[in-house]
């Protein structure tokens, strides 16, 4: 009997160690943005009067209020603008410099390279006052531009540092033939080379959007009414008789979203960029 019970021991699944430890780790990261979600489905007296682990009496009125209240919705749209515009621009800022960084040797460059990076290492709120002087004086204040150029400054130097490191990954002798075979260079950049560095636009338009979504004070600072990203119109929660906790998640619900998306739609190219070393 203890040699027929012996094999059916060792088939018997055994619990993995390591997966136990990231099913525990996966859940505490979760734990907030269900607490959210519990929140954000949830009236304001409800989530103040008692505690629940989920919503005894579901409702969708908080997302009701943020999508027929047009101060609510306008502010993701205004986020959403400025987000891309400075995600456009800083991709086309960042791919020729950072051609020019990885297939040129010119006096300065490593020290020209290390500045960029230096502008990426300063905090946001160094660069608050100069550039609210800036923009009052030229009329950009109050404007989708004004934001979306000041994440330049530290969107622009990330993204040459990715786009520069999968550059060096395309042998030089794919730009001779192609010069060889009669390309121009803006033909040869966007239909040959751009191709083959995918992977690293889709990193770098990551880093560069979710970057530009999640920051606060340059975007609250250069803005007061007509470009109010919702960051700063989730404030609005806040009234006399307290803060509408309900609205409130349900902003934050709808603030996930896009980063998730853009994640998911770009989560190949952030693997691939693991796997080269480069983020």
């Known amino acids: 009997m203890a040699d027929i019970a012996a094999p059916r021991s060792r088939m018997l699944p055994r619990v993995n160690g390591s997966a136990v430890v ?82 040129y040797s010119f006096m300065g460059d490593k020290h020209l390279f290390f500045w960029l990076l230096t502008n990426r290492m300063a905090p946001p709120a160094v660069f608050a006052l100069p550039f609210f002087q800036l923009y009052s004086s030229v009329g950009l204040f109050d404007t989708h531009i004004a934001v979306a150029l000041a994440h330049c400054l530290f969107n622009v130097p ?54 530009s979504w999640v920051e606060l004070l340059l975007s609250r600072t250069l803005t007061s009414v007509e470009a109010k990203p919702i960051a700063a119109t989730m404030t609005r929660t806040v009234g006399a008789s307290g803060v509408d906790w309900g609205v409130l998640a349900a902003a934050g619900m709808l603030t996930i979203i896009p980063g998730a998306l853009v994640i998911y739609f770009v989560r190949n190219y952030i693997a691939k960029g693991f796997a080269l070393g480069r983020v």
């Open 22 to 103: 990231m099913v525990i780790y996966l859940a505490f990261l979760l734990l907030p943005i269900y607490w959210l979600l519990n929140m954000s489905l949830k009236t304001n007296t409800e989530i103040l009067g008692t505690f629940s682990l989920w919503p005894q009496n579901p409702t969708l009125a908080n997302y009701a209020t943020i999508l027929t209240d047009a101060s609510w919705y306008v502010g993701y749209v205004n986020s959403l603008t400025y987000v891309v515009m400075n995600t456009a621009i800083s991709l086309t800022v960042a791919l020729p410099a950072a051609y020019a960084f990885s297939r």
């Open 158 to 211: 990330l993204a040459v540092w990715i786009l520069e490191g999968f550059m060096r990954g395309v042998p030089k002798e794919i730009d001779e033939t192609a010069y060889i075979d009669g390309y121009s260079f803006p033909r040869f950049f966007i239909k040959i080379f751009m191709p083959l560095i995918a992977s690293g636009i889709g990193v770098a338009a990551f880093f560069c959007f979710m970057f």
